[in-house]
């Protein structure tokens, strides 16, 4: 596999959105993914990087989640911002990379970042559960660099 383009179909990028909404349903944190073919840089210095460029470092409450995969390095990061880090488990972004991966070994790419967004979410609600005064602040779109 080597595009972005090829790396989901339309179907399977629906449903990742689907799963970012449902996510995102009961809590005030936002969560990205973000595809790319390749990238010269750390993946986890890429994913910090993409981070920023999608403005996810800008929520209210901090709580932003990015997945980030570079499709032809076969590697992927799942990291978010101070105030999401600051309250997880230790073992947190490590468990939900494990999870991610399970599926991805599989070739089970959908399933994988589906499965890595409902962990996510799951967290956020835990710890940032929605208020009536909530607003989506970013894109459920996925982006593509």
């Not at 890595?116 to 989506?136: R, S, V």
């Amino acid at each position: 596999m080597s595009r972005v383009e090829d790396f989901l179909t339309q179907t399977e990028e629906q449903e990742i959105v689907e799963a970012i909404i449902e996510a995102e349903n009961n809590t005030s944190g936002e969560i990205r993914v973000h595809i790319e073919a390749h990238t010269t840089k750390d993946h986890y210095e890429r994913a910090k990087e993409v981070f920023h460029i999608l403005k996810m470092d800008n929520t209210k409450q901090e709580n932003g989640v990015l997945l980030y995969v570079a499709v032809n390095d076969r590697k992927f990061v799942i990291c978010g911002d101070k105030g999401i880090d600051k309250v997880v488990p230790a073992d947190f972004w490590q468990t939900t990379k494990d999870t991610i991966q399970k599926h991805f070994i599989k070739g089970a790419y959908k399933e994988g970042i589906k499965a890595g967004i409902l962990k996510a979410g799951l967290e956020l609600k835990a710890h940032f559960p929605w208020q009536t005064d909530d607003t989506n602040e970013l894109s459920n779109e996925i982006s593509k660099g």
